[in-house]
Structures are given as structure tokens and as C-alpha cells.
Nanobody, 124 residues
Framework: QVQLVESGGGLVQAGGSLRLSCAAS????????MGWFRQAPGKEREFVAA????????YYADSVKGRFTISRDNAKNTVYLQMNSLKPEDTAVYYC?????????????????WGQGTQVTVSS
């Protein structure tokens, strides 16, 4: 059983930056691919970024490509999401997810383990 705790959300002006963290416990972190997802009010949860177990492979949603960077530190059991050039449409609750296979952290419905989420609000 993997427990995930996100942090780093907050209120930022458009064009600003935030760095989200997701700390994992209860499992062997390097055995899990990790993903970031977000859910805006009234919308379905959507994929944002994913990273393989070793960190060597990453995927991004087209809407964040070139602005967001996912990374992980297996020694610290933590995955990060660096968000730059933030836009009001990035406003959402951001969740991290974990699963054994990278393919399973590309779609929300396949993710087994979820954190509680952290709010990101981008003002215009």
C-alpha cells in the first residue's frame, strides 16, 4: 500500500511559477511509475505528466508541454512538478498518482494509488 502526500500548491499570478511535491511512503518508491493529474471544478480529472520508475522517460499533456517539468528523486521518495508560465486555465486541484507500469499513469482510470490533492490557483 502506497501513501502519497502532495504539497506546494497555492495562489500565483499568471506567468508565475510553482513547484509541487509528492512524497511517497509505504512502498518501494522506485518500483512505481508516477503521474500528475489535475481536476478543475465541473471537469473530469485529466492527465498532466508522467515519469517512469527510473525517471528516464517522461510524458506531458499537450496543454503543459514546454511549461511543466516532471522529475523524481528516488532517494527521497518524492516526485516533483515544476510549473512555469502559469495560466489561469491551469487552476485546478493537482493530484499525484502511482502505479507499477508507466502506461497505467497516463490515464486517471488506471491509477491505483492517489494523493489527497493540492490546490493551485492562477489569477489573471
Amino acid at each position: 500500500q502506497v501513501q502519497l502526500v502532495e504539497s506546494g500548491g497555492g495562489l500565483v499570478q499568471a506567468g508565475g511559477s510553482l513547484r509541487l511535491s509528492c512524497a511517497a511512503s509505504g512502498g518501494t518508491f522506485s518500483s512505481y511509475a508516477m503521474g500528475w493529474f489535475r481536476q478543475a471544478p465541473g471537469k473530469e480529472r485529466e492527465f498532466v505528466a508522467a515519469i517512469s520508475r527510473s525517471g528516464g522517460i517522461t510524458y506531458y499533456a499537450d496543454s503543459v508541454k514546454g511549461r511543466f517539468t516532471i522529475s523524481r528523486d528516488n532517494a527521497k521518495n518524492t516526485v516533483y512538478l515544476q510549473m512555469n508560465s502559469l495560466k489561469p486555465e491551469d487552476t485546478a486541484v493537482y493530484y499525484c498518482g502511482a502505479d507499477r507500469d508507466l502506461s497505467d499513469v497516463l490515464l486517471p482510470r488506471h491509477v491505483v494509488y492517489w494523493g489527497q490533492g493540492t490546490q493551485v490557483t492562477v489569477s489573471s
